[in-house]
């Protein structure tokens, strides 16, 4: 994911979901703060943190392992 950000201020510690398969995930950009799994128990919600700075872009990677 891409979070573009063009305000000339930043973002400490920003959130950011996924809803992916269930399994276990690496997570690059970012970092884990909670993985949830779905009521209907098909995937999982990952809520990741994330510094997204002034005027720039963040980028968070999550790949299966």
Same mark, same amino acid.
């Given at each position: 994911a891409t979070v573009t950000n063009l305000l000339l201020?930043?973002?400490p510690k920003g959130r950011? *979901? +996924?809803? &992916?398969?269930?399994g276990e995930y690496a997570i690059a950009?970012?970092?884990?703060?909670?993985?949830?799994?779905?009521?209907?128990? *098909? +995937?999982? &919600?990952?809520?990741?943190?994330?510094?997204i700075p002034a005027s720039d872009i963040a980028t968070i990677t999550v790949k299966p392992l």
């Open positions: 201020e930043r973002f950011v *979901r +996924f809803v &992916v398969p269930p950009g970012g970092r884990l703060e909670s993985k949830l799994l779905s009521d209907d128990g *098909r +995937f999982h &919600v990952l809520a990741v943190r994330v510094d």
